[in-house]
């Protein structure tokens, strides 16, 4: 399993770049978010790698950071997701809005990326609740069921993500759900 490439980035064609370590030069795909951040041709560049055997192929996917490798390692268990589709989902959108769309169950967001439709976005909800979310740098704090339907409560009323998370932040931690939302409400309209 190949994990890390360290070496000379030779080219540069989204979203492929080649990298020389050694005198062997790699074929990497690299989702947009790494592609925008790589050095100039001819610098010293590092990614986290994900190797994949395929019947016809064998391709290599890189990743600036850990979080980019694991979200892609995530998406790709899911099944008719495959390695193209999580690379285009991660250049859609980055490691944090994919973990916030999870955690808020909002498929309207996922359904803005290229090749995703409605029943895949669903299906991406269903299966990675609780695999990606808060842990992997959604904004809102959310510690309970009843505190994310008051969230998303809040979104659905036209409310920013920064002010139902403060609105949020300043419920007491067990208010119930209708509770929840008219006090965060009372708290908005200050």
């Known amino acids: 399993m190949i994990g890390k490439l360290t070496g000379t980035l030779l080219e540069k064609n989204p979203p492929e770049v080649l990298l020389d370590c050694h005198g062997?030069?790699?074929?990497?795909?690299?989702?947009?978010?790494?592609?925008?951040n790589l050095p100039a041709v001819g610098e010293r560049v590092s990614l986290?790698?994900?190797?994949?055997?395929?019947?016809?192929?064998?391709?290599?996917?890189?990743?600036?950071?850990?979080?980019?490798?694991q979200a892609f390692r995530e998406l790709i268990k899911i099944s008719n997701v495959?390695?193209?589709?999580?690379?285009?989902?991660?250049?859609?959108?980055?490691?944090?809005d994919l973990a916030q769309a999870i955690t808020l169950q909002e498929a309207g967001r996922l359904v803005k990326v290229p090749g995703i439709g409605k029943k895949t976005a669903e299906r991406l909800l269903l299966e990675l609740k609780g695999k990606l979310g808060a842990d992997m740098g959604a904004h809102a704090q959310v510690t309970s069921d009843a505190q994310a339907d008051i969230l998303?409560?809040?979104?659905?009323l036209g409310y920013n993500?920064?002010?139902?998370?403060a609105a949020?932040?300043?419920?007491?931690?067990?208010?119930?759900?209708?509770?929840?939302?008219?006090?965060?409400?009372?708290?908005?309209?200050?």
């Open 152 to 156: 998303q409560a809040l979104l659905a």
């Open 168 to 190: 949020l932040k300043a419920l007491p931690q067990d208010v119930g759900v209708s509770d929840g939302i008219k006090l965060a409400l009372k708290a908005l309209a200050k």
């Open 24 to 36: 062997v030069g790699y074929e990497v795909n690299v989702p947009m978010s790494t592609f925008y």
């Open 48 to 69: 986290l790698t994900q190797f994949i055997v395929r019947e016809d192929a064998q391709l290599l996917y890189g990743f600036a950071t850990a979080p980019e490798r």
């Open 82 to 96: 495959g390695p193209r589709t999580a690379l285009s989902i991660l250049s859609g959108m980055g490691v944090g």
């Open 161 to 165: 993500d920064k002010e139902a998370a």
